[in-house]
């Protein structure tokens, strides 16, 4: 008998996939597919941002700077060198999770502020020398990416496969794959969440004194909660960078960076499942406010605003414990 935490666990990946298979008869055109594939890439990089932030309590202001080394590993290893996709994506994930505890054992000492400033520095560095290496890189005009190829299998949005004895779109076959990558990216943090070290995480989170006394090794579980979490933004860099097929330094950004902050304090930091709707509000907005032209980005920084100062806990804790008062409410009525 699963237990109630179990229960939940799965209750909300198998939501997350049912959704994710009525989605499509939603999506009119090769635009929504590209969207909503972006959307699912971006998703499981929050999830693994949300380990971090979330759980453990530390902020990182430069996470697209792991994103974009994994994009360009993976560009540079299979559009320079002739690498296979998924050796480079591996190798590139090694790599960078080597930087990011190297990077992260000093880092991590700080905390508040002077934390932020650091990671911000360490993604303003990795951001110039993608700008400023142009043999490797291309510098600020950017690079072109193969499409990826598993198995000699080459899945590109622009091809044709079968499936089951069904025809699908190259950008169907995307869409199908970011799903998949993005279901077994929530099943590890979930998992992840609720093993020794998800519980030493929250430990850390609560009071890195009280965890130091009750015997946890603060400075190793946030190293590897660092590690873990850069590795998820390398991974999904290198399929974003695929998915693309040219990437730019703005993968990169500062821009990038704040993009993933934010969907993790509005979808709800510690809150799995609610970084991923922050994920899909923060990408579908810009589009649903389109037609306003210049306000756009007044209207969107009012949305957030508002968002904030009455949901300060994100969009599904806020959410759910709302429907879960008006729940009680009619029990305790029909009582």
Do not use: C
């Not at 430069?62 to 299979?78: E, N, V």
């Not at 598993?150 to 799903?179: D, H, K, M, N, V």
């Not at 974003?240 to 097929?245: E, K």
Request: a positive charge.
């Amino acid at each position: 008998m699963l237990n109630t935490f179990m229960q939940s666990r799965l209750r909300g990946l198998v939501i997350l996939a049912l959704i994710l298979v009525i989605l499509p008869a939603f999506l009119g055109n090769p635009f929504h597919y590209e969207l909503v594939t972006q959307m699912a890439i971006i998703a499981a990089t929050v999830v693994g941002l949300n380990l971090l932030v979330g759980f453990a309590g530390q902020i990182s202001l430069g996470h697209a700077g792991f994103f974009g080394l994994g994009a360009y590993f993976t560009g540079i290893a299979t559009g320079t060198y002739g690498w296979s996709s998924v050796p480079a994506l591996v190798v590139g994930a090694i790599v960078v999770g080597a930087i990011a505890w190297i990077v992260g054992r000093p880092i991590l000492r700080l905390k508040g502020h002077y934390l932020s400033m650091a990671t911000l520095a360490v993604g303003f560095i990795i951001a110039i020398i993608l700008n400023n290496e142009r043999a490797l890189t291309g510098g600020p005009d950017g690079m072109p990416v193969p499409a990826f190829e598993i198995f000699g299998w080459e899945l590109s949005a622009f091809g044709r496969y079968s499936l089951f004895g069904i025809t699908i779109e190259g950008f169907q076959a995307w869409y199908i794959f970011a799903s998949v990558v993005l279901l077994v990216a929530v099943w590890f943090a979930l998992n992840l969440i609720e093993s020794p070290i998800g519980r030493a995480l929250r430990s850390v989170h609560g009071s890195e004194v009280a965890a130091s006394v009750v015997g946890v090794n603060t400075a190793k579980y946030k190293s590897l909660v660092f590690v873990i979490s850069a590795i998820y933004a390398s991974l999904m860099g290198s399929l974003y960078a695929h998915f693309q097929g040219f990437i730019t330094p703005a993968v990169a950004s500062f821009e990038f960076s704040i993009l993933f902050i934010t969907m993790v304090v509005l979808g709800g930091m510690g809150s799995t499942f609610g970084v991923i709707l922050g994920a899909v509000v923060l990408k579908l907005l810009p589009q649903v406010l389109a037609d306003f032209q210049e306000l756009e980005h007044v209207m969107f920084g009012l949305i957030l605003m508002l968002t904030m100062i009455f949901m300060p806990k994100g969009l599904l804790p806020t959410l759910t414990a709302f429907v879960s008062k008006k729940m009680r409410k009619k029990a305790g009525g029909e009582a």
